[in-house]
């Protein structure tokens, strides 16, 4: 394929007009103001059209769009122990797979090409992510409160069956990494646990990290260390990764961050909404950790549209801190892209660069609100719809273009998730 | 024309499917669970969609999308005085009639059928009105600094021409307030003069108010009063109308407003942008103040998109008060429709019952992101997307459906905007 005379977000987040760009296989094979020579098949009328790098996700839990609207008006803990919980315990692998599916056809619709998601049952989480086309990192919830050893729980062997039967699967585009719940959720043991297991297999680590200042305080309190010291005590930082929230992180833990090479996803609109709070990002910038972009599960959004939180990471920092510069446009677009590509261990992907996996997201830039054109980062940042997405490539292939999805059977999708969602409400009373 | 069959956002925020809903003329005939009897022309299929009434937007500045993009990163004293005001300065009517055709078509596709535009060029804004069948109150701006009373300045005259001109003009569509820009841009004996004006005149006032910290503290330091009282003891405040931004008002300044019968325009993105806070959404309503919404000008935003600012309201009361029952679903919904349109004065709009002005926006409910239906305010709050809307009715007048306007050439608005704008750049040599 090759994209002609189009607009493009070039690697520092400047906007270039009428380039030439040539896709060829599952890679972007040039990027120049000449036409190229040879034939890369399909060609493409940009005029009016911008070429970005696709959309990463970098902290989602997709299935949960079988929740979203389910649990409204309440705060993380009841939120999850009152709605969510008994809602997960009700679900089987169908319902994740269609989840997931319907998750990931919104993501293709928003221009998201990648995301990083933490949930259960994997097979049936790996089979969605390898039947949309998509590229994922998928990695299974470990939790334990009791005193059994990493190896002794369920999940252990489920990791480990799923490695074996969907590690690089899709061409690469499948990925399973090694997870944490979280530090309350989960025993000193355990944390060792998956640490010494990530590191043994060379696996990505992905954790809910300080979301809620009660989490936060209460592990200062149980063991004299912030959640990123006790996790770092325990070894687990030791393997790069995904830190999802990071709320309430201190400066030293920041520092912490930095060092091990752990991202820090921010969720602004699902932080706002259970009243969590917002992550510091001029400070997480400012101590070199690479800050990445996530939309958490639908059920605490309530849609996947990671260019609301584009647009509220720079909008939150620049008032909450009083500083218009606080967070700029182009640092919005770089968490949302190569800031989210790094997060998930995928340094060929996220930005428009020859050599790297041609993931790209075209958006129509002829709407009345991309007029005039002053800004280009800008404009994509605070003025542009997820909605102004007309097609979607991952790994060289369109998932998705003018309204159609090419993989994914969305009203299939959309009728499976409304029915089991109402099954499990209807078994819960709800 | 007769919606079938199709959800609806009702009196009390709540979505019920299947009603039949009326429109004769320029109202809303019928809403009921049966067919009506009698003959509304064209019937609308209601099937997957979703009937709301029109968004209002209560603090605009429609010609402003000439601005779009042009000053980024600035604080609101530097954005307005090194590159706002220059560009303004350079305005011709033209300019501002084809800003605003653009900014009503942007509005228009996502659901807002009214505005209250301040700016300058009265007559330019007007025909833009009327002749893209918008509902919109106008005003325009009013500053001085000098000793002149208001009837010696210019914009006297201009509003004066403007009323007699426009005034109830479009089957009332278009309505002329009185307006004041702001405390800090004035002078005692013209805001008196403003105010005698729209009291012996009938006028509603349209006004800027605590919009910074900067401005709130150097008010009270000035005359010994808040915005709010200052503008009360000049008598402004007599005449009911729009406070917009209202961020660092204080309890009594909430007290005067409800007292008035002033709304409080909150203009969540825009107060983000240019760092200057949020108002205190909870204790508006706590006090009993109509709380509406507003975009501000594109160049602060930079869209037009209100649903983004219902999202943001509710989540940023949530998050900054660590209170997830902060502002609900429905509060934001009834500040994005009833609520703007009682700061209009407004008081036959903003609802769907019979009865009332047919101002409504549909909405293709069946999208990926609106599955499973578990909760119909928060879907539309937390979920929806403004690109969601497939028509737009104002007065009784479809003027946006499945991609068309039905009313505004928007290649032609869009063209000589990019124009207009791109001169005036280089005039300023930017």
């Avoid at 400066?251 to 921010?266: M, N, P, T, Y």
């Avoid at 260019?307 to 801190?321: T, V």
């Avoid at 060929?348 to 009345?368: S, W």
Wanted: contains cysteine; negative net charge; charged residues 25%.
């Amino acid at each position: 394929m090759l994209f002609e005379k189009i607009a493009v977000l070039t690697q520092d987040e400047q906007v270039q007009p009428e380039l030439y760009v040539a896709v060829q296989g599952d890679s972007i094979a040039y990027v120049g103001r000449e036409r190229p020579k040879g034939d890369f098949g399909r060609r493409y009328d940009g005029r009016g059209k911008l070429l970005m790098p696709g959309l990463v996700n970098a902290h989602s839990h997709a299935p949960m769009t079988l929740l979203r609207g389910y649990a409204e008006g309440l705060s993380l803990q009841a939120w999850l122990n009152e709605r969510v919980f008994p809602f997960e315990a009700r679900l089987t692998g169908q319902d994740v797979y269609f989840g997931s599916l319907l998750a990931y056809a919104e993501m293709l619709r928003f221009g998201v090409t990648a995301s990083a998601d933490m949930y259960f049952f994997g097979q049936d989480m790996a089979k969605a992510v390898l039947d949309s086309g998509m590229r994922a990192n998928i990695c299974l919830s470990v939790t334990c409160f009791d005193d059994r050893a990493f190896e002794e729980l369920p999940v252990y062997e489920e990791t480990l069956r799923l490695l074996e039967s969907s590690q690089g699967a899709g061409n690469g585009r499948l990925r399973v990494d090694a997870c944490l719940h979280a530090e309350y959720s989960s025993t000193p043991k355990v944390v060792a646990g998956v640490a010494d297991f990530a590191r043994r297999m060379g696996l990505r680590v992905h954790v809910h990290l300080s979301e809620t200042r009660q989490e936060h305080e209460a592990c200062k309190a149980r063991w004299g260390l912030t959640p990123a010291a006790y996790l770092e005590r325990q070894g687990l930082l030791e393997n790069p990764g995904i830190a999802a929230h990071c709320v309430h992180c201190e400066e030293g833990d920041r520092q912490i961050l930095a060092k091990h090479g752990v991202s820090a996803a921010c969720n602004p609109v699902s932080n706002l909404k259970l009243a969590s709070g917002i992550l510091d990002a001029p400070a997480m910038l400012r101590a070199g950790v690479n800050l990445c972009l996530g939309t958490d599960g639908a059920a605490s959004n309530n849609n996947l549209n990671l260019f609301e939180e584009m647009k509220d990471l720079a909008l939150l920092s620049k008032g909450l801190l009083g500083d218009p510069c606080a967070v700029s446009a182009q640092q919005a677009l770089r968490a949302a892209t190569r800031g989210g590509a790094l997060a998930l261990g995928r340094e060929d992907c996220g930005l428009i660069k020859a050599g790297l996996k041609a993931d790209l997201a075209v958006l129509d830039a002829e709407k009345p609100w991309w007029s005039p054109r002053f800004d280009g980062p800008a404009q994509l940042c605070f003025g542009a719809q997820g909605s102004d997405v007309v097609l979607t490539m991952v790994d060289g292939r369109v998932l998705y273009e003018d309204g159609r999805w090419l993989t994914i059977d969305v009203e299939e999708a959309r009728d499976q998730v409304q029915r089991r969602a109402e099954r499990i409400a209807a078994e819960l009373g709800a």
